[in-house]
């Protein structure tokens, strides 16, 4: 059995949760809540000493980061491919998922967020602006990107979801909540919604979560 230790709005949660999906996993989900400070907890910090969601547990095994998660994943178990055997497809597809986790979604995690509040005094409007200009920065390279390497693709390097969808997913939704106007987007709303077709992104939404919250 797979433990997934997880929050439903963290964005490095949903990739996990949407990778174990795709890979037809089946997993028990120790729900944390970082509203709460439960990552900041004695017993939750032996387990990851960074204090963050996601951890996947698996034949006593404990992993961090949403990333080596996955790839660990695909590699142990290659039923259902996460990423492309083709050497040029899997670094683009790396290269998007990257671009992501590393460059757009930090500038809105919680712990950031709380920083601006605590440290600086900034509004929930400036909170929100700082997030939102992050992810359209970021969100218009991507675009470029996915629209000149693969203009035909129904997903962002394939016709297939790979790692570059598991992360693109989680941070449109993150974009939609900080009242981005996705339509300057196209291709990569066409993409969010194709995946959102599929049963393993739909059982991954926030929504769906036991310890979702309004």
């Not at 990423?83 to 683009?92: E, G, H, I």
């Not at 203009?151 to 394939?158: A, K």
């Amino acid at each position: 059995m797979i433990e997934l230790y997880t929050y439903f709005r963290s964005s490095a949660s949903y990739r996990v949760r949407i990778a174990l999906n795709l890979k037809k996993f089946n997993y028990q989900n120790h729900y944390v809540n970082l509203k709460e400070g439960e990552q900041l907890q004695a017993d939750f910090a032996k387990l990851n000493p960074q204090k963050l969601v996601p951890v996947c547990v698996m034949d006593k095994k404990t992993i961090t980061q949403s990333l080596a998660i996955i790839e660990y994943l695909d590699e142990i178990y290659p039923d259902n491919k996460i990423l492309p055997d083709d050497a040029f497809l899997k670094a683009q597809a790396r290269s998007i998922a990257y671009s992501i986790a590393c460059e757009i979604q930090p500038f809105g995690n919680v712990k950031t967020l709380q920083y601006l509040k605590n440290n600086f005094a900034a509004s929930d409007d400036q909170i929100k602006a700082w997030a939102a200009d992050w992810i359209k920065n970021g969100f218009n390279s991507l675009e470029k990107q996915i629209t000149e390497l693969f203009p035909q693709t129904t997903f962002c390097c394939s016709n297939l979801p790979t790692l570059a969808d598991i992360c693109l997913v989680p941070q449109v939704y993150n974009a939609l909540r900080f009242g981005i106007e996705m339509h300057q987007f196209p291709r990569i709303m066409a993409i969010y919604q194709a995946c959102n077709q599929l049963s393993a992104f739909q059982k991954a939404a926030p929504e769906v979560q036991d310890d979702y919250q309004v």
